[in-house]
């Protein structure tokens, strides 16, 4: 029987601070295949994450398909818009949520897991943030802009740049995209449409320089919309749900596991020609033209 088995492998994902979203799913997808899981916290909600992790509060949705838990071998702060310590701006050494954390930017992060777990088989990208989301692009600040795309695009370069010496031929790279970045989603601002294009077009050509360099390969899923806490910030989730939901070509709510197996699939040897693309789990949103529900069609 053909399957996933990613056992003798390990993972890092970069992003996940509860057990909602995308990251959590591929976290489970790439346990339920095998994988030693790593993860990366933003650091201020490193402490809320590991007090709930201790807690069992994540305990039902750590179940994997055989009854047992998912184990997290170990988890990391990180905050992947700092490359190095010396980034790192006086107000955020010296903020609360920060105080008392360290070795939280790219290379000191990639440096402690080389240290406990030599190379590295899979690098997840589930990282995005825009301060200024809210906000229509031409209400945008230079700063917000910046930041959307520092924190949402540039990360994943700089994830690559500093784990690909430290990751295992044939190694596989997955970010996580929005459709934003290739048409337009009123409401979703700040810059962050623009990241998600950044994030697209850097795919192709890190696929390029990172399959030249370290044999790995680089790819990109657009997952369609999920009530997620991170989704919820932005405000206008419910209502794309609602919109895919009478519009895509399948008329099913779109579930995070279905993003986890796809990834699980993406890095696995099953998809050892895969490289450069962006694959959409949206329920097929993507190929519309028009939507269905708008008074145009119902026009007798």
């Not at 929005?178 to 009123?186: F, N, R």
């Not at 899923?221 to 910030?233: N, T």
Request: hydrophobic share 45%; net charge negative.
């Amino acid at each position: 029987m053909l399957k996933i088995d990613l056992k003798g492998k390990t993972a890092f994902i970069a992003g996940i601070g509860d057990d909602q979203g995308f990251g959590w799913a591929i976290a489970k997808a790439l346990a339920e295949a095998g994988a030693t899981i790593l993860i990366g916290t933003w650091t201020p909600l490193m402490k809320i994450f590991t007090t709930s992790l201790a807690q069992g509060r994540f305990d039902e949705s750590r179940k994997l398909s055989d009854g047992s838990l998912m184990e997290i071998a170990k988890i990391y702060p990180l905050d992947a818009t700092f490359d190095t310590p010396a980034d790192i701006p006086q107000e955020i050494l010296e903020n609360k949520r920060y105080k008392d954390a360290g070795g939280y930017t790219v290379s000191e992060v990639v440096e402690s897991v080389a240290k406990d777990f030599g190379k590295i088989d899979i690098l997840i990208h589930s990282l995005a943030n825009g301060p200024e989301v809210a906000k229509p692009l031409l209400e945008t600040s230079r700063n917000g802009y910046m930041a959307a795309v520092n924190a949402s695009a540039y990360s994943l370069i700089s994830l690559i740049k500093h784990f690909g010496p430290h990751m295992n031929e044939k190694g596989a790279v997955l970010a996580l995209t929005y459709i934003a970045g290739e048409k337009v989603i009123p409401g979703y601002g700040g810059g962050m449409s623009s990241a998600k294009a950044a994030l697209d077009s850097d795919t192709q050509v890190l696929a390029f320089e990172a399959g030249q360099k370290w044999n790995i390969r680089v790819n990109t899923i657009s997952a369609g919309p999920l009530a997620s806490r991170a989704a919820k910030a932005i405000g206008f989730i419910e209502k794309m749900i609602h919109y895919a939901e009478n519009n895509a070509p399948l008329k099913k709510d779109l579930e995070a596991i279905e993003i986890g197996n796809t990834a699980a699939f993406l890095c696995s040897p099953l998809a050892s020609a895969i490289t450069g693309s962006i694959i959409y789990v949206d329920n097929g949103m993507h190929t519309m033209g028009c939507s269905l529900d708008s008074p145009s069609f119902k026009q007798e």
